[in-house]
């Protein structure tokens, strides 16, 4: 089995970005950015509807459980210089040596390639707890982030197909794949 110690791998720099583990403070920021268009288009989160005290539930709960458990990691992208959430990375569907990755980066902050640099730290960071591959997906009509996965060394496996994304529902899925 992996030891997949998220917390000792936390939090990740790279003096513009950071990685750090969800903290209460971030409830506000997290709760807006799951309100805008393209993160509810393309996130495909898991409840509909994130209020700031339904995320620092969260955060308390589920969130800190599945980081001591190594289970689920759901992280801020914040910004190195304010501490501000900015957005948020997250891994899941852990299965032994490899997992799923997401992200989604708040409006304020777009347009400054965050999420190509948390992702880079993201692999970083999975390297270091063991993890051997990731796997991540986008759905068909998000090309931005098909842009992040390639750019990070991402390779696409296969052609689009239907598929059941987190929030449940169906979308035309592109899925990627890299080795670490």
Known sequence: MVDRDFLAALPTSDGTVTVRPMQTS????????????????????????????????LIDGAIAEGLREGSLAVLAIADSGTDAFAGSIVFFDMAHDEAEIGYWISPDHRGRKLANRALVLAL????????????????????ASERVLLKAGFRQVGEARPEIVPSGKTEMSVRYLIDL
């Open 124 to 143: 970083e960071m999975a390297r270091q707890i063991g993890l051997k591959r990731l796997r991540a997906r986008t759905v068909q009509e998000n090309p």
């Open 26 to 57: 971030d409830a506000e920021a997290y709760a807006a950015g799951t309100e805008d268009e393209l993160v509810v288009r393309f996130a495909h989160l898991p409840l509909e509807n994130y209020t700031p005290q339904i995320v620092r539930d």
